[in-house]
């Protein structure tokens, strides 16, 4: 047999130098950086703030207490018709002229204030409104809406406006910027999990490589969570040396998909406790069940497609019927994430590359448009509101659309920073810029429970009042006939106690609270109350002597 | 599955015509070259296919070597820092290399495969120079004859190092040359030599240990050489260098056709081997006095090659599966390009220059494993992204040339899946997962209303996607 040859005696110790050299130069780490495998730098990508992450001490910024938060991304794909979504009331003349054929009628609108309304399509999302788990931020686009899919697609999923900068998608950005050695220590949970495809670039790493796990539809990531398998290396394509190829090249493929095994046990360790009815809820169904078998990952991308309404919007078009599958497969998913006790987990948005135009066109239907309502989901929300720019029909721009109110990346700088919990100059170094931040949306990295809400004029009004023997009274006063929940959490955020829900009349109300059973001595706690929509949650101090 | 026709003497082609059609020529371009485009597929189409075959041997013949680098001759002296001048030099004379393959054809099929036939490792003779001398052996006889390959071998200086030749002196003589020579480089394994012939080869081949310069040539010295009578394969005679190569082709003429056929057999047609197509083939590489073109071309105008169950069986090493995927999306590599493919394949374990060994990178199966797999899926994922933003039209163009004027978007899809993997896709939800991602961020009524066609401006963009798809696929490894 071939004999190992000896290294010749000699210049060891300059070989040594030389190669360590060239192997340093161009260690994997190294060119990936410098070259960026075929140049990134070259391609003129490497312009976005990437580089300077590496090796920011962001991990320690990223509070420990926050790692098991979720964020998931609804992608409601082609341009979704925010004016038909979110109804303004307050110029509903505007909107029914501009739209003769497929304004909502009043009957067909569930109000959700004063202001806008939502058509009935969407009424499955009333109990999370009601609920204090629903807010809409209106007028969300940017500077110069670009009106092309794909380059806006990439926009959004950038979080950057110049279009030969796009090659990576802003979740990837986190992602890298708290796992800097990633290539080289890959997770053995996804960092990311993608249903529809891999086309989006939302996860696209700076030399985009898609760090998420992706499937091109529920199905194919239900095979996956459920064999733990990847590819079929049990069944050969042909009887020839083909097949024997195919099979062993498949076998080491689902060895090296190292994800598999993480989905495949949270798939078998979780369950779904909700009957799911639309084909959006097709996919949250397997995210809720991974989410639920303590799967880590923490970012979700799911996908509803045809939103491309230009013929026959609300007929062939089917505005109403995306509608409802997108609030069904919403409120089904957190009615089954509450049964396993991880709503409090999951933040959801919506996102979608673009608005419709105003006015409707010749063949009932829109054409693309520029800012929309972003729709925000989760008990993390701490309360439902509309809020944002409101859309004025009577204030258009030259293209007819609506005037920008909120840019996107204010959107994201305050997901990431107020619901991911990262520090603010890593949030800036993520989106290139310094985005203004949205405290309205609720979101917390404190407890989930501890956060106030700024008070507007139908908020509730609360109190809480020591009874002695561990008994106190809460009274709050209710704007109209509502259900009431009560829940006492603990500073980090774990709940001691829920009362039933119950409904109570409007007006000023009382409820007992007994924590005579709680240790002896003094405990600061949370109380939280959810009422038509609204939440409080206060700090008090438990002394039970 | 014995149905090879009889060879008459002289590279015939075979009785039936082949099955000829764009899945064929891309199988016939991916062994025959690093691949091609897919302009070059659809003008090969055009050509009677044994035609095409002779020209693209006789372009390999006729291409000229790479011009010669300043370090040809340089001896150690002539250095500072030597050793890492000289690796600095060796680096890059092989992206170099690497850049030349890919546009070279089956010479730079041939130059490769030979790089991993007669081994020598930049590590142990560590020359620039020799490195360069050794690799012009290899593009001169890529396609030459293969007695006088051996011949001239033998006496490169890398070869004389690493395998001891320049140490095979008389009285003390060094086996190591004498056996691979016989094991590796002409008859196999044990087959057809016995110790007493590699002892006897080792004293007949002493004598080349002149070196004057350290990294120079390395000359004969007649008092080094043994000159004493020698047996090698029952001849006796006071044999030397020359009459080793004699009596090694003279006595040994099956064996070490049939060796070098089955390898190319392996290696250009499938890994699983038809012995009685290599017994023909190793014919008629005997009978043309052992010109490598000739065996090539028997090879390639075989049935076995043009059976369509060989298409997909090779499982090529880091560096011949980048450039088969650039070539085919019509990527030149350049010189800022070139160096992922070099380093990164190098990282994975092919380092040219520097087989893991003398016998060479075993090959086929050996280069994959759940890191180079993982490696491999990154490098072909992010060539997309470059060849989006530097010939955007080019993948347009590559999905317009894969349809006969059809707008049928799943038939458009599924000629491209065809055309990166020509055995197809097993699984009918992998064309149906393949054609949502052709679809890709396209609105879907686009393609019911009319307002999506074969020009359709995002096209190149729907073709990136399908191929983030296809990359991912264990069958993509496949060439």
């Known amino acids: ?70 964020l998931v991304l609804i992608r409601l794909k082609g341009g979704n018709d925010g004016l038909n979504t979110i109804v303004p009331l307050y110029q509903y003349n505007d909107y029914q002229n501009f739209r003769p054929s497929l304004h909502h009628t009043p009957g067909q609108l569930i109000d959700l204030n004063e202001d806008f309304a939502m058509p009935t399509a969407m009424q499955n999302l009333q109990p999370l409104w009601e609920g204090g788990q629903m807010r809409v931020l209106n007028s969300v686009g940017y500077p110069d809406h670009n009106l092309s899919h794909f380059t806006s697609a990439d926009i959004m999923a950038s979080g950057n406006s110049n279009v030969a900068e796009n090659g990576d998608g802003w979740l990837a950005r986190y992602y890298t910027a708290l796992n800097p050695d990633y290539i080289e220590n890959p997770p053995l949970t996804p960092p990311a999990i993608k249903i529809g495809g891999p086309t989006s670039i939302l996860f696209n790493d700076e030399n985009k490589v898609d760090i998420s796990a992706n499937f091109v539809n529920a199905a194919r990531l239900e095979e996956v969570a459920s064999t733990g398998i990847n590819f079929n290396a049990e069944e050969a394509p042909d009887e020839c040396y083909y097949g024997d190829q195919v099979i062993f090249l498949r076998t080491i493929a689902n060895a090296a998909a190292r994800y598999s095994q993480a989905i495949f046990d949270a798939y078998t360790e979780g369950s779904n406790e909700v009957e799911y009815t639309s084909s959006l809820g097709e996919q949250l169904k397997l995210v809720a069940r991974l989410i639920k078998g303590g799967l880590d990952t923490q970012l979700y991308l799911v996908t509803l497609d045809g939103f491309d309404t230009h013929v026959g919007q609300n007929g062939g078009g089917n505005h109403l019927g995306l509608l409802e599958d997108l609030s069904t497969a919403v409120q089904q998913f957190y009615q089954d994430l509450d049964a396993g006790n991880k709503d409090e987990e999951v933040l959801a948005m919506t996102y979608s590359e673009f608005g419709r135009r105003v006015q409707e066109n010749s063949v009932s239907g829109t054409d693309h448009g520029t800012s929309l309502p972003i729709l925000f989901f989760g008990p993390a929300l701490n309360g439902s509101d509309t809020h944002g720019l409101n859309p004025d029909l009577t204030n258009l721009d030259v293209a007819g659309n609506l005037q920008l109110g909120t840019d996107f990346r204010s959107v994201y700088a305050t997901v990431l920073e107020n619901w991911l919990c990262i520090d603010p100059d890593t949030v800036d170094q993520v989106l290139g810029e310094n985005y203004e931040r949205l405290p309205d949306l609720g979101l917390s990295c404190g407890p989930v429970s501890t956060f106030q809400p700024t008070a507007t004029s139908n908020a509730l009004i609360t109190s809480i009042a020591p009874l002695g023997g561990g008994q106190y009274r809460i009274d709050f006063v209710l704007p109209q006939v509502s259900m009431v929940q ?13 009362y039933p829900s119950q409904r109570f009349p409007a007006g000023p109300n009382q409820v007992p609270l007994d924590l005579s059973r709680l240790p002896v001595g003094t405990v600061p706690l949370v109380y939280r109350l959810q009422a038509g929509g609204r939440v409080v949650s206060k700090q008090f101090v438990a002394t039970n002597n | 599955m014995t149905h090879f026709s009889p060879l008459p003497k002289a590279a015939p082609p075979p009785v039936s015509v082949p099955l000829w059609d764009r899945q064929m020529a891309v199988h016939l371009f991916r062994r025959m070259a690093f691949g091609a485009d897919y302009l070059t597929i659809q003008a090969a189409l055009a050509q009677d296919p044994l035609d095409l075959i002779d020209d693209l041997i006789q372009t390999a013949q006729d291409r000229p070597l790479m011009p010669e680098p300043a370090f040809a001759n340089k001896i150690q002296s002539e250095y500072g820092l030597a050793l890492l001048e000289s690796v600095l030099e060796k680096d890059g004379w092989t992206r170099e290399w690497i850049m030349e393959l890919q546009l070279s054809g089956l010479r730079g099929r041939m130059s490769l495969f030979w790089h991993n036939h007669f081994v020598t490792r930049f590590d142990i003779y560590e020359s620039a120079s020799y490195a360069y001398q050794y690799h012009r052996l290899l593009e001169t006889h890529a ?59 080792a004293r007949a081949l002493t004598g080349y240990t002149n070196i004057p310069d350290v990294w120079g040539p390395i000359f004969f010295d007649p008092n080094t050489h043994d000159d004493g009578v020698k047996t090698i394969f029952g001849q006796t005679g006071n044999w030397g260098y020359d009459e080793v190569v004699d009596l090694l082709f003279e006595q040994r003429p099956v064996e070490i056709s049939t060796f070098i056929a089955r390898k190319l057999y392996a290696h250009f047609v499938n890994p699983e081997i038809d012995e009685a197509a290599v017994s023909q083939l190793a014919t008629v590489f005997r009978q043309s006095n052992w010109e490598i073109a000739e065996l090539l071309r028997a090879l390639f105008k075989s049935e076995q090659f043009f059976d369509p169950k060989s298409r997909s069986t090779q499982i090529y090493g880091h560096v011949e599966t980048k450039l088969i995927y650039l070539n085919e999306l019509g990527a030149t590599l350049n010189g800022l390009s070139v160096f992922p493919v070099w380093s990164g394949s190098a990282e994975q374990g092919q380092a040219l220059f520097n087989p893991v060994d003398v016998a060479g990178w075993p090959g086929n199966r050996s280069w994959i494993n759940t890191t180079s797999i993982t490696y491999r899926w990154d490098y072909l994922e992010q060539q997309i992204g470059g060849i989006l933003l530097f010939t955007f039209g080019e993948l347009g163009n590559l999905a317009r040339s894969a349809t006969d004027e059809t707008l049928d978007v799943e038939i458009i899809c599924r000629d491209l899946v065809h055309y990166f993997l020509p055995q197809g896709l097993q699984f009918e939800e992998d064309y149906e997962a393949a054609l949502i991602t052709f679809k890709g961020e396209t609105p879907p009524d686009y393609f019911t209303n009319g307002n999506w066609t074969i020009d359709y401006w995002a096209l190149p963009i729907q073709v990136a996607g399908l191929l983030r798809f296809l990359v991912r696929l264990p069958e993509f490894q496949l060439k």
């Open chain 1, 1 to 70: 047999m071939p004999k190992y040859l000896k290294k010749r005696s000699g210049t060891t110790l300059q070989d040594r130098r030389a190669h360590a050299q060239d192997h340093e130069s161009w260690s994997r780490r190294g060119f990936l950086r410098t070259i960026g495998l075929a140049g990134a730098s070259s391609f003129g990508l490497a312009s976005l703030p990437l580089t300077g992450l590496y090796g920011f001490p962001l991990a320690q910024a990223m509070s420990t207490a926050n790692t098991n938060r979720k």
């Open chain 2, 143 to 201: 396609l030459g004859n293969f007695k006088t390959f051996v011949y001239e071998m033998g006496l490169t200086p890398a070869m004389l190092i690493f395998l001891n030749g320049s140490e095979n002196v008389a009285g003390e003589p060094n086996e190591n040359y004498a056996r691979e020579v016989y094991e590796l480089f002409t008859l196999g394994v044990d087959n057809g030599y016995t110790q007493t012939d590699i002892e006897e080869t």
């Open chain 1, 486 to 498: 009560l829940e006492i959490f603990t500073l980090s955020g774990q709940r001691l106690m829920t």
